[in-house]
């Protein structure tokens, strides 16, 4: 499916570029199918399909021909291209190179169900609702709602009962008309997207390089996360990232989280947003939940129960936070959403209450590994934030975070011949889950703190080059990126969500915390297996795709449930490229320190228009790994 997206506006279509009404095909607003076949004949006839790309995240364009005459021989004499908008417009250009004059008839053939996605996607839509004609077009009504087809210029004839618009166009030789169409609700303005309002909360940032896909890549991301903002209702101002088209087109809190810290080299606006967002909805009556922001459970893998994204998103509040701080987040802003940070700190110090760990919420659930990697980030970044705001609290946090580290590194440490693995988790009983997966790089992800230099992590020197031998064998590197569960361990798949198929997530964490952590081999391995992956999807990566191996002439299956475009995929192409230039700001205290991969694995690359103190920061590093800046904020200085 090609997928058009300009959030709340979606077009999904096939590459053949009729509408016919089946599957998903139509256009959407809201949610809800406001058009769900668009067929149009030219004499009679369907133009041959010729090419179907995508021109922009929110528009694509097919190509057809069609032999009008005999005289013509077996050459076609008219191109009909068709440009599809997210916004519900559709323009229909018939392009003659006859060398008479032609009169041809065009109908477009229109219906829709109304349905909602989630009704189409379980194969509930109803039939096609009888139309009505209405202005220059069409109309249909039923009990949720109503929606019309206005046509530019006007159709010589409508006929409601077939669902059908004609005219009949005059083309000159090497002549073009051309028929547009809109389809909206009744009474909906046109579509005003977020991502193209000149306050868009995202830098216009660009990258050149040595490697061609570079460009392609950063480009592509910008376009689809600005396709994916959206507007809180009751409050404009702020916006934040829904998950992903076309399943997941609304609030997802720990994804719009992820997805607003990997972006953070593009401005710290979408994180702010994000942030009052999130903090309207942290739970502040009494109970054990109070501070917790709430989050939908997700599927954990075949090896462990669903998991509650609420936690993980309770955790990441402070943890963005305190970096978008680091990155240049205004005083204000900060002054203004620490305390719902404080509540998120206070609720961790009292879920854990006496014991070291940070259980699930739920009795009788495991000790996940990746959720003790999010708690001892949020208590040393958010310990740290309070201390740089004069708030009490940061000395328990790093008290609780030490202790944390001395138990899980002899807890959660499966020793075997080969060195041994960290623990998926801890069975209630005690005991370990020992299978290795995907999860096991948030260990890698420590945070960072001021002067450009990282958290420490869970995991001490040892185990941590461990770890990395691990991820960057073929057991969890695909080639494609990293596989969310080893392909030696029982229950693998490569299409399981969580079983094996490549996650992109996790690749972009592994890449960027390898790097961090100097295992270059390993994180350029993964990052070259990932683009190679986003250049067979046009650079528009999904959420996932299958963890088969790579093998030569080879491309990545995709995932049949996955979103495309997707906001943490989008902002992972950000967080896979900038971390060749180790960006580690430091906005309050004036400095920004560069820990480039030394290796140089892309050759040379560079980027104009990030932001960092609320200033464009350009940047690049050349074919020996040597970093230098082009351009900064005023006063802003180079750490070492």
Known sequence: MMICVALPGLAISTEEGQMTGRGLEGFYRA???VLSRCEVRVAGREPLAVQARMAAADRARFVGTLRTSPQAGPDPDVVVERNRLADGTERITLHSAAPRPLRLPVEVSLGTDLADLGSIASGRAGPELPASVHDSGLRWSCATGNASVTAAPPPSDALASAGLLRWELDLPPGGSRSVELRVRPDGAGPLRTVGRAATSPLAAARAEGDDPGVPGLLRTSLEDLQALLLRDPANPA?????AGAPWRCGLAPADSLVAARMALPLGTGLAAGTLRILARTQLTGPGPQSGMIPGPRRDAGPHLPPQCTGTEATLLFPVLLAEARRWGLGEQETEELLPAAERCLTWLRTTVGDDTYLRDPHPGGPVRCETQAHAHRAAL????????CG????????QWAQALRTAFRKDF?????????????????????PHLGAAAVH??????????????????????????RLLGSPVMDSGWGLRGLGAKEPGFNPFGHRAGAVRIQETAVAVAGLAAAGYEKEATSLLRGALAAAETFDHRLPDMYAGEQRTEGSAPLPHPA???????PAAAGVLLLTTLVGIRPD??????????????????????????AGAPFSVRVSRLGLAMVEEAADGLQLGV
């Open 381 to 388: 970044l958010g310990a740290d934030l309070l201390d740089t």
């Open 31 to 33: 949610g809800r199918r």
């Open 413 to 433: 440490w499966v020793d075997d011949l080969g060195g041994g693995r960290p623990a998926a988790a801890r069975a209630p009983d005690g005991s370990p889950v």
């Open 238 to 242: 702020d916006t934040h990232l829904a």
């Open 443 to 468: 260990l890698l992800d420590t945070g960072l703190l001021g002067e450009g230099a990282l958290a420490p992590g869970l995991l001490d020197k040892v185990r941590t080059e461990n770890l990395a």
């Open 562 to 568: 996955a979103c495309r475009p997707a906001a943490i």
């Open 587 to 612: 906005a309050p205290a004036g400095t920004v320190t560069l820990r480039p991969m030394r290796s140089a694995p892309l050759g040379e690359i560079g980027f104009t228009g990030l932001r960092i």
């Open 391 to 398: 708030r009490t609290g940061g000395p328990a946090l790093r």
